[in-house]
Every structure is written in C-alpha cells, then in structure tokens.
Nanobody, 114 residues
Framework: QVTLVESGGGLVQAGGSLKLSCLVS????????MGWYRQAPGRQRELVAS???????NYADAVDGRFTIDRDYDKKTMLLEMNNLKPEDTGVYYC????????WGQGTQVIVSS
C-alpha cells in the first residue's frame, strides 16, 4: 500500500515561489508514473503535472511554464517547483500515482494572496 507524505506548502504573495516535496513509500517507485494533483476550494481534485517513469513531463495549461515537476529515484521523492504563483493556484496539493491510487496523503496547503 502506497504511503504519500507531502510537505512544503505555505502562504505566499502572488508572483512568489514555493517548492513542494512528497516522500513516497510502499511501492516500487521507479515503476510508476507519478503526478501532482491540486484541489482548489469548492472544486474537484485535478492533475496539474505528471512525470513518467522515463522522465517525460506533462502540465495542465494553467500551470505550464510556471511549474516544474521532478522525481528523485534514490530518495523516492516527488518535487514540484512552483514559480510566479497566482491566487488561482491556491489549494491543497497532493502527489499520487498516475492514474491515482485510492490512498491519498494528507496533502500540503498552498495559499497565494493577491
């Protein structure tokens, strides 16, 4: 069973940056495509960035050019670097497999003030 522990969120002004991390355990990390998901207030959780086993990345249009996803195979860690943050980036961020496993972590809260 996968265990996901996200960290790195916080309160930041518009235009600022944050770097999220997610420690992954319980699965053979190197064999799974992974992603970062976001749940904004009042909205469904959505996939914003993904990275395949081979390192191919894909981004939602809303974050393309501002967010960078990466993975550290040795540390079994997912990373999400977020730059030029906007108030609409506010939400709880989760990492998970792609497609998502039913087990989710607690997420990390990101609040972007205008």
């Amino acid at each position: 069973q996968v265990t996901l522990v996200e960290s790195g969120g916080g309160l930041v002004q518009a235009g600022g940056s944050l770097k999220l991390s997610c420690l992954v355990s319980g699965i053979a990390f190197g064999f799974y495509d992974m992603g970062w998901y976001r749940q904004a207030p009042g909205r469904q959780r959505e996939l914003v960035a993904s990275i395949t086993v081979g390192g191919t990345t894909n981004y939602a249009d809303a974050v393309d050019g501002r967010f960078t996803i990466d993975r550290d195979y040795d540390k079994k860690t997912m990373l999400l670097e977020m730059n030029n943050l906007k108030p609409e980036d506010t939400g709880v961020y989760y990492c998970n497999e792609v497609p998502a496993d039913p087990n989710w972590g607690q997420g990390t809260q990101v609040i972007v003030s205008s």
